[in-house]
């Protein structure tokens, strides 16, 4: 005995000597769930990112019900405002009941409690606390009480003390059971949280047998205790509560060693109208199946992310944990700005180039390419603004072959868009967007178009590298903010137009299966991605039907009261005003890279199809190879044989009569004839389409 009596003297010396201050205790308080704050320290994200334990922020008791206080000394600790430390009135009672088998409330006051909850020596064991810890803990108890007051020991054990399971301390109990804060418990739910003490994981009917008898004790109701416990331990996947606006954001930025809130870049108020216009558009959007979206918007100068949303969230995505900012899609038509700016770089066009919208056969190592503009529309010849701001496929498939798929690679990736594949592997179908990139990767390539061609990381303080020259920059940028150039295919009152300065491109991908809108002003850009998670096509959903409301209501926000300004023209840059040959387009003043100037643009490359039409057939060219992709629509691929006015065979059978005529291709090897109005062969040749049978339209 006087062994034991020596080690718990030895025990408590050691625990006495390195009790800790409450100051202390509450710094070293951690939890479990941490909390993204925005810019202005508003709270917009919980994450939980330590899963052995449940414990929320530290409260002070001012911010606990006073229920709760009275069930837990009533419960706990009667004369916890008359001992100092030890019930010794209560360790006479409980020495008394186990001698005759009787059960008592037990000795340990909450100081002895707390005692064990700071002092891993003192801890309670699954046997049960040894003579040497019971008596270590009543020495700290007493060295508490004099060092602490009884306010501070009382907040100390409330926020330490283990609840149910993982749960540990009054805020994580109370928001995980009841869905409130500590400073709203009433009081039957503040005598449930007394009673979890005494047997944490007993069955709800025990539970509430114990709160009902603390109820009872201050003459209030019981009624539905056991219920109303049952329904709050059902409520636990509930957590975490208040406005979630951020979780993807969340889990890039969120450090597991750092403070249980912590500051980020995010503007409240531009985030939470980020999600409710994705939210909004896409339930505009019902019945298009399309349920997924993201946002993300960037600080110019600085890199800062003001705005990130992942998702549209669970209500209507089926993927709500995917982050769209971060998933690679098909860019669609948002990568032409780069294969321009490169064309312009390299001088090999201007902005007031003529470039040849007509029907193209581009030869790849599986066939023919035959890019189509998404109106199945051609404008024969056009300039590189109008073809860009119009967004037109054959021009700009045209410049993407004039560069090399080998350097417009190169300088793709130069951009930060990390291409996967090889430029070969994507050939020309590279110019129009078919790599599949990230939106976090998309829109901070068009952040260093914005900054004239130089690259930073996302919220970096890296130095910039230039990736493209600022004149060829400003032009592309001057272009993407020309409201008149794009009017042929979107009109002047379009998503696009705004009412300050702001440069924008949409792009739709294959199928229908992705729409995004890019762009930037002079302080801010803004990137809209648009479809499902899945895959899955959308039905008549394009960039701009899609994604470009949601991009205007977040500049429009953005620059509400301070209007964005044009930027200046960088050194390298003469304006001049050109002309058009035979009236493509009206004269303007326009902008070249010095030394690339003209005062009249001609078309180049007079049509080598005109000069087969005059010999019968101008389209397909003989040995033609046609790809069929069966993710296209069926009409978007349909063949079109141009010549002279005449009779139409193929494979010796009559098709029709014409100088076009319009086939949905089979696979194999074709034989095209056109016949005069005489019966004359004109001419004769052969072709193939390779593939399997195209799927019937959705």
């Known amino acids: 005995m006087r062994r034991v009596l020596c080690a718990g003297l030895l025990l408590a010396a050691s625990a006495a000597g390195a009790l800790p201050s409450f100051s202390e205790v509450r710094a070293a308080h951690r939890v479990s769930d941490f909390t993204l704050l925005d810019r202005r320290g508003e709270p917009l994200q919980t994450l939980r990112l330590d899963k ?46 186990n001698l005759w088998n009787q059960r008592t409330r037990g000795a340990s006051t909450l100081t002895m409690q707390l005692a064990g909850l700071i002092d891993e020596d003192l801890a309670r ?40 399971g993982e749960l540990v301390g009054i805020q994580a109990l109370s928001q995980a059971l009841f869905g409130k804060a500590p400073a709203g418990l009433d009081a039957q739910e503040a005598a449930l949280a007394a009673a979890l003490l005494r047997a944490p994981n007993a069955k709800p009917a025990q539970v509430a047998q114990r709160a009902c008898a603390v109820l009872a004790e201050q003459r209030l109701p019981c009624a539905g205790a056991e219920g109303q416990l049952s329904a709050a331990l059902a409520r636990r996947a509930g957590m975490p509560l208040g406005e979630q606006l951020a979780p993807h954001y969340a889990r890039q930025v969120l450090r597991a060693d750092g403070p249980a809130a912590q500051r980020s870049s995010l503007d409240g108020r531009l985030q939470r109208l980020a999600v409710t216009s994705l939210k909004r558009q896409l339930g505009e959007l019902s019945g298009r199946n399309v349920e997924d979206g993201a946002v993300l918007v960037l600080d110019n100068a600085s890199g800062a992310v003001l705005a990130w949303v992942g998702s549209s969230g669970g209500e209507l995505s089926s993927a709500a944990q995917v982050d769209g900012v971060l998933s690679r899609r098909q860019p669609g038509s948002t990568l032409k700005p780069f294969v321009y700016q490169l064309a312009l770089e390299k001088r090999l066009l201007t902005a007031a180039s003529l470039l040849d919208d007509s029907p193209a056969q581009i030869a790849t190592g599986h066939g023919l390419y035959l890019p189509q503009n998404y ?68 829109t901070n390539a068009y952040r260093a178009l914005a900054n004239g061609g130089q690259l930073r990381p996302i919220g970096a303080a890296a130095p910039a590298r230039r990736v493209a020259d600022a004149a060829s920059s400003f032009v592309v940028a001057d272009m993407l903010a020309d409201n008149s150039a794009r009017a042929l295919t979107f009109g002047l009152d379009s998503e696009l137009a705004t009412r300050s300065w702001a440069a924008v491109k949409t792009g739709t991908s294959k199928d229908l299966r992705d729409n995004w809108c890019l762009g930037f002003s002079d302080r801010y850009t803004v990137g809209v991605w648009v479809g499902n998670a899945s895959g899955a096509p959308m039905h008549g959903v394009s960039g701009i039907s899609g994604a470009a409301p949601v991009w205007q209501a977040l500049m429009r926000a953005l620059h509400e009261g301070k209007p964005a300004r044009p930027p200046r023209a960088p050194a390298g840059l003469v304006q001049q005003r050109v002309a058009f040959d035979a009236g493509a387009e009206p004269a303007r003043q326009e902008w070249f890279l010095r030394g690339t100037e003209q005062a009249r643009m001609q078309r180049s490359g007079a049509g080598d199809g005109r000069a087969r039409a005059l010999a019968g057939i101008s389209n397909p060219v003989d040995g033609a190879i046609f790809a069929l992709d069966p993710d296209i629509p069926p009409a978007a691929q349909r063949l079109t044989f141009e010549g002279r006015p005449g009779t139409w065979l193929l494979n010796g059978k009559r098709l029709g009569q014409g100088a076009r005529l319009s086939w949905a291709p089979w696979p194999g090897r074709h034989e095209l004839a056109l016949l005069d109005g005489r019966g004359q062969v004109l001419q004769k040749l052969r072709f193939e389409v390779r593939g399997a049978g195209l799927k019937q339209g959705r």
């Open 375 to 442: 109106d199945r529309d051609f404008r024969g010849w056009i300039s590189v603004r109008a073809a860009l701001g119009n967004s037109l496929n054959v021009p700009a498939v045209r410049t993407g072959a004039m560069l090399g798929a080998d350097a417009l690679f190169e300088r793709l990736n130069a951009w930060g868009l990390q291409l996967p594949e090889s430029g070969g592997y994507y050939g020309d179908s590279l110019a129009l967007g078919s790599p599949d990139i990230s939106l976090a990767a998309l």
């Open 52 to 97: 052995t334990h449940r414990t929320l922020a530290w409260v002070p008791l001012a911010e606990m019900s006073p229920a709760l206080l009275h069930a837990l000394l009533l419960s706990e600790d009667r004369r916890f405002y008359d001992h100092s430390g030890v019930d010794w009135g209560a360790v006479a009672a409980s020495a008394w009941g």
């Open 125 to 164: 064991p699954g046997g049960g606390r040894s003579v040497a810890q019971k008596l270590g803990q009543v020495v700290v108890a007493k060295q508490l009480e004099s060092r602490w007051s009884k306010a501070q020991i009382l907040e100390a054990y409330l926020n330490r003390v283990p609840f149910r």
